[in-house]
């Protein structure tokens, strides 16, 4: 195993999700905490298209932009994911894995910077619905993120609790 191994888990929920990450300098994962959040360690499973333009938010981002008027609020992720149908958002129609990729770009991004990262060895991610559908969308919208299938792993709750 490499001294400076980068490791991204996400537990990917309908409404709200977490992130941890484990490098090489801590020997426990990290649970990332979220400024603004009641929750500290969730985030909101939503994005917001920014109203008139082509600007996308994710999380707590999302839930600001919305706040403040310049927004419309996208909520089901995962529902949207399983359905597979195209997504009418600010009159732009916009198709689920789209969705996703902004959502979990986002979260990445916050792990890298967090955990002091340019890059991430392997991402784990967990989720309740274990719909082929949905597995289907969240795996190719890491590849479209141009990271490589041997780099992530999707299992669901019940089997993450095998692990702990």
């Not at 090489?24 to 994005?47: A, C, H, L, R």
């Not at 994710?58 to 932009?65: R, S």
């Not at 990262?117 to 919208?141: G, M, R």
């Amino acid at each position: 195993m490499t001294n400076n191994l980068f490791c991204v888990g996400i537990d990917l929920c309908s409404d709200f999700s977490q992130v941890a990450y484990l490098n090489y300098k801590d020997t426990e994962p990290v649970s990332v905490e979220f400024e603004g959040m009641e929750q500290k360690y969730q985030i909101p499973t939503v994005v917001c298209k920014v109203i008139g333009k082509n600007g996308w938010f994710a999380g707590i981002d999302a839930v600001k932009c919305v706040e403040s008027g310049e927004g419309v609020l996208v909520e089901g992720l995962l529902d949207k994911a399983a359905a597979k149908n195209p997504v009418n958002v600010d009159d732009v129609v916009i198709m689920p894995i789209e969705l996703i990729k902004i959502y979990l770009d986002y979260l990445l991004k916050i792990a890298r910077k967090i955990g002091g990262s340019d890059t991430i060895d392997k991402i784990f991610i967990t989720v309740d619905d274990f719909n082929i559908s949905i597995l289907n969308v969240i795996a190719k919208a890491l590849v479209e993120l141009g990271i490589n299938k041997e780099h992530f792993e999707i299992i669901s709750h019940g089997e993450s609790f095998i692990f702990f």
